[in-house]
């Protein structure tokens, strides 16, 4: 059983910034990748940042600048400093990983509201 558990959403001005965090709990894999998705109401779950195992971070184009993904890989963490936010980055955000060949799995979500 894998657990994905986020921490850090709120509200916040155009400008500012927040930090999510989320920690993974279970039967983890070595091998494996975390990091973010979100979604805004009548739209898909959309990519934000990850991270592998090996350090490797991809970004959408969006937050690139904007957004750090980071890790700490011995307690299965992963975190997204956000910067310099946008109301358009108002979302529910999603901690995700995918666990080696086992599975992905998704944490329940951390909504992010950023004033105009």
């Known amino acids: 059983q894998v657990q994905l558990v986020e921490s850090g959403g709120g509200l916040v001005q155009a400008g500012g910034s927040l930090r999510l965090s989320c920690k993974a709990s279970?039967?983890?894999?070595?091998?494996?990748?975390m990091g973010w998705f979100r979604q805004t109401p009548g739209n898909e779950r959309e990519f934000v940042a990850l991270?592998?195992?090996?350090?490797?971070?991809n970004y959408t184009d969006s937050v690139k600048g904007r957004f750090i993904v980071s890790r700490d890989r011995p307690r299965n963490n992963v975190y997204l400093q956000m910067d310099s936010l946008k109301p358009e980055d108002t979302a529910v955000y999603y901690c995700?990983?995918?666990?080696?060949?086992?599975?992905?799995?998704w944490g329940q979500g951390t909504q992010v509201t950023v004033s105009s």
């Open positions: 995700y990983l995918a666990n080696g060949r086992v599975g992905k799995y």
């Open positions: 279970g039967n983890i894999i070595s091998v494996n990748t």
């Open positions: 991270m592998t195992t090996f350090g490797h971070t």
